[in-house]
């Protein structure tokens, strides 16, 4: 886990406990995460701007003010209205932001303008209350090549509706369904179970993974497997 620089150590300063192995590392937090004083982005080791975004996301639901200086990319911070939609309370000037972290962000329409960004906001949805509808997941497509799978192996269910999209010549009736291109709009609804892959009984009951079982089934969660059939790729 040396290729991960400083973010080991950043992760533990936000109150998560960390362990890590040659080829593995492991990351818990049960509690709100502590606020960041001051974060600057640097070339490796020190913190990644491709990370930055992902943790402005992170930290906009943290327990006290953030600090956060740009050096590298200057048009990272093009998620932070998006953010703000959603509830999240950041200042933006130059190459600085503010973020004072709310307790929990909503879910909004939102557009992607660049792939870290994008990876950011599917963070920040999950988070959130409610259904995120984010455009531009063409960028986050170009640069992960199946982040559907990656949460999924998290325990985190990610599903896409089918959106129509209509030819703009008006001779034609030819309808796109759902093919993510350019200028479509992709709807993500993000379930995510706490206690996968918990033992049976140990769930929460208020889990939406819950859905289909009996109110007196002490079962458990059903495996994101289950749900092959309805999860569409994003």
């Known amino acids: 886990v040396q290729h991960l ?14 362990e890590s192995g040659k080829d593995w590392i492991h990351v818990q937090m049960e509690k709100r995460c502590r606020p960041i004083p001051n ?24 327990d006290g ?14 998620i932070v209205p998006e953010l703000m939609k959603m509830g999240a309370s950041i200042v933006n000037q130059d190459s600085f932001a503010l973020i004072e972290g709310v ?20 963070m920040a949805a999950l988070a959130a209350e ?6 531009g997941m063409e960028y986050v497509r170009r640069g992960y090549e199946d982040i559907k799978g990656d949460l ?19 001779d034609s009736k030819k309808i796109d369904r759902g093919t993510g291109g350019t200028g479509s709009t992709v ?23 819950y859905q289909g079982r009996s109110s007196g089934s002490a079962t458990g969660c059903r495996k994101p497997s289950e749900y092959a059939s309805g999860i569409s790729s994003v």
């Open 152 to 170: 999924k192996s998290l325990g985190i269910v990610i599903y896409r509706t089918h959106v129509e999209k209509r030819n703009k010549n008006k």
């Open 130 to 135: 409610g259904e995120t509808v984010m455009e």
């Open 103 to 122: 307790r929990r962000l909503s879910g909004a329409k939102v557009q992607a303008r660049e792939l870290r960004g994008g990876a950011g906001l599917i």
């Open 5 to 18: 620089g400083t973010l080991p150590h950043l992760l533990e300063q936000m109150g998560a406990v960390v």
């Open 187 to 209: 709807h993500i609804r993000i379930i995510f179970c706490r206690c996968f892959p918990g033992a049976a009984g140990d769930c929460d009951r208020k889990c939406l993974l």
């Open 65 to 78: 003010i953030s600090f956060v200086e740009e050096k590298i990319f200057e048009a990272r911070f093009q």
């Open 39 to 62: 974060i600057v982005t640097a070339p490796f080791p020190g913190f990644s701007t491709d990370l930055q975004s992902a943790l402005m996301a992170v930290l906009s639901t943290a």
